[in-house]
């Protein structure tokens, strides 16, 4: 029973692969075939300007003392000095993504470093016959003891 029902479901599959795409979109989708109307749209409206208010504005950001560091840092600007007042969102962008990159070496390599120095103590704790289970058994002779005294 199964059989059969792969079979159909293969046959109605090689069928439809076969049929003709406009066909199908036709008669399946209930597409409608006629062409969009394009809406003329009325012209925007321009705000009057105040004397007082600045008309245009220049495009950046203002950085922070973190990112004043965060742009030295990444190596863009050698020193606080050379940061221009504004900066653009790319360029904090980018510095961000290398200090983060950077400081994410430094993990790795922590990481890596701490694994090191955990193995080399183990192998010299191992070299003094010391163990963890050894250790746990004095703790808890010692335990044992004082609940013994009272």
């Not at 969102?89 to 290398?98: C, I, T, V």
């Not at 993990?107 to 955990?118: D, E, F, P, R, S």
């Not at 191992?126 to 163990?131: C, F, I, K």
Request: hydrophobic share 40%.
């Amino acid at each position: 029973m199964s059989f059969a029902r792969t079979t159909l479901s293969l046959g109605n599959f090689i069928v439809r692969r076969w049929r003709p795409v406009t066909q199908t979109w036709t008669q399946h989708r209930g597409m409608c075939i006629k062409p969009q109307e394009v809406k003329a749209s009325p012209p925007p409206t321009v705000p009057a300007t105040d004397s007082s208010r600045v008309s245009f504005k220049i495009p950046g950001y203002r950085p922070s003392n973190m990112d004043r560091k965060i742009l030295i840092w990444s190596g863009r600007f050698k020193t606080v000095d050379q940061i221009p007042e504004f900066v653009s969102f790319e360029m904090l962008d980018a510095a961000r993504n290398k200090v983060r990159v950077k400081v994410c070496y430094l993990m790795i390599a922590g990481t890596i470093a701490g694994c090191v120095l955990m193995v080399i103590l183990g192998k010299q704790a191992m070299g003094r016959h010391e163990s963890l289970t050894e250790q746990n058994m004095v703790k808890k002779a010692k335990w044992r003891e004082e609940l013994e005294k009272k």
